[in-house]
């Protein structure tokens, strides 16, 4: 019986890559991995570098920001731009978060 050697192919196609955990990522940035400007945000187990914010966005998340605060008065803290830890997977950073 003849038994065809495994190609390169066939390894890759095996190949996952590594799922990071929130607790992981969370060391890694502690630990100083990361460069403090990195806007990284890591989603379901992988880390993304997220693109630099444009002076538009930025407008709108202050016009935003400002329009939830009025309709909401103190009840609400409006919190822009910080992170948002959901499921062990994941932590993003939200624009807005009522």
Do not use: K
């Not at 940035?29 to 992988?46: H, K, Y």
């Amino acid at each position: 019986m003849h038994h065809r050697s495994e190609t390169v192919a066939d390894h890759q196609a095996r190949r996952e890559p590594h799922r990071w955990s929130r607790a992981e990522y969370e060391r890694m940035a502690e630990a100083g991995v990361f460069e403090p400007s990195a806007r990284l945000e890591l989603i379901d187990g992988e880390i993304l570098a997220m693109p630099p914010q444009s002076t538009r966005h930025f407008t709108a998340i202050q016009l935003a920001e400002a329009a939830l605060s009025r309709a909401f008065g103190t009840s609400y803290h409006i919190r822009p731009q910080g992170p948002l830890a959901v499921p062990t997977a994941m932590v993003r950073v939200a624009d807005l978060l009522p």
